[in-house]
Structure formats: structure tokens, C-alpha cells
């Protein structure tokens, strides 16, 4: 929800170039998905450690808007966000964990809580994004890249929990 007001705002993109940029990450999702299932079954033969090398990789990625996705290249900010959709892509190595977590009977209630979990917190840190960004806004009329960078650090430091704590979860693997 945020990328595309930092685009426009902070790196000056106009709406087709920012509809271009985020379409990348679109292509980058689509493409990782055709691949994160190999991935977890022929290279890592692990779920979680599919998910954990993606979420590292997103969380590192995630950085850049901190500050040097300001000085990168169009090109590079085009690898950028098709690698972050990349990236996000490993994030479905959840619900095979989650399947295996659960007797039958019980997948469909867990996967459907997964679901509203991952809902939720998407909407919560949207959310919680758009009044730190509002806050700088009350200090001067233009939305400064300061403004972006504090707000962007929320899902940084909550992706770095998020990984810390997924670290030491048990590896649910079909074999």
C-alpha cells in the first residue's frame, strides 16, 4: 500500500512508472511461486528452511527503503522489486507447515486461521504504517523520505522478530 506513495513522493516516479515498478514485484510473486515448492522439496528438502531463506532475503531487501533505494539505479530499483516478490513468494512454504501441523479434521479450521491471521496483520501494519507517516505530515506539508523511512522501519523490525522467532520452530516435513 505504501510503495507506491514513497515511488511517487520520495523517488519522484510518475503513476505509470510506479504502477510499472509494482507490477515488477507482481512478476517477481508469480515467478517464485512457480519455484519456491522445488525449492523446498529438491535443494533444501525443507519447508522451513525454504520460508526462513526467503524471509531472510525479504528482510535484507526490506532495508533499502531505509534510505539507499534513493540513490539505486532504475535498473537496480527494477531487480529490487521483482526480487522482493521473490521473496515474498517463499512466504506459502507456511501452509504446508501449517497442514502438517494438524490432524485432518482439523487442517481446513487451521489453515482458515492462518489465513485471517496473515489478513490481519497485513491490514494492522498498513495501519499502523499510515500514522507514523501521518505524523510527520502534521510537521510540514510535503511527506518527507523521513517520514517513509520510520514508517518502513515497523515492518522491517517486525519481519526481524518474525524470522528470530520462526527460527527455533520445529521443521514439519512430508516425506
Known sequence: ????????????????????MLMYTSLGFICGSLLVDSVARKLLHSYKKTLLAGQLLLLLLM??????????????????????GLAVSSGVMIYPIVRSMFPVRM???ALTSLNFFVLMGAASMQQVMGVIIGSFQKMTPAVPSEAFHAAFQFPIASQAVAV?????ARDYWER
Do not use: C, D, N
Open 63 to 84: 532495508t533499502v527503503f531505509l534510505g539507499p533505494a534513493e540513490a539505486i539505479s532504475h535498473g537496480a530499483l527494477v531487480a529490487l522489486f521483482f526480487s522482493l
Open 107 to 109: 487442517v481446513g479450521t
Open 164 to 168: 528470530a522467532l520462526f527460527f527455533f
Open 1 to 20: 500500500l505504501w510503495g507506491g506513495p514513497y515511488l511517487m513522493e520520495v523517488l519522484k516516479l510518475s503513476r505509470a512508472e510506479t504502477g510499472q
